[in-house]
């Protein structure tokens, strides 16, 4: 089973403006790891890579995940979460 693990932007854009707001305890975790291309496995703030790891972007622009990530890390082994 491939693991898929990126980072959402818009999770990025929403923290920036609640930092700025004073709101620091709602940010939310940005990176992503997904089991497959649909099932997500975990939310968080960050991870360290326990094997090979291989990043990939559509260099046409297209949609690697159905979510819409067009760069993600891919990976054999699940990531180990630090926080």
């Known amino acids: 089973m491939i693991y898929y693990i990126h980072v959402n932007q818009l999770k990025i854009r929403q923290n920036n403006k ?12 940005p990176i ?3 089991k497959g291309k649909n ?18 972007y559509h260099f046409k622009g297209g949609k690697i995940l159905p979510c819409g990530a067009r760069l993600v890390a891919m990976t054999h082994v699940m990531p180990k979460i630090l926080r």
């Open 18 to 29: 609640l930092i700025r707001e004073g709101r620091e305890d709602e940010i939310m975790p």
């Open 32 to 34: 992503i790891i997904k």
């Open 39 to 56: 099932k997500t496995i975990a939310n968080c703030f960050e991870i360290e890579f326990v094997d090979r790891t291989k990043m990939v």
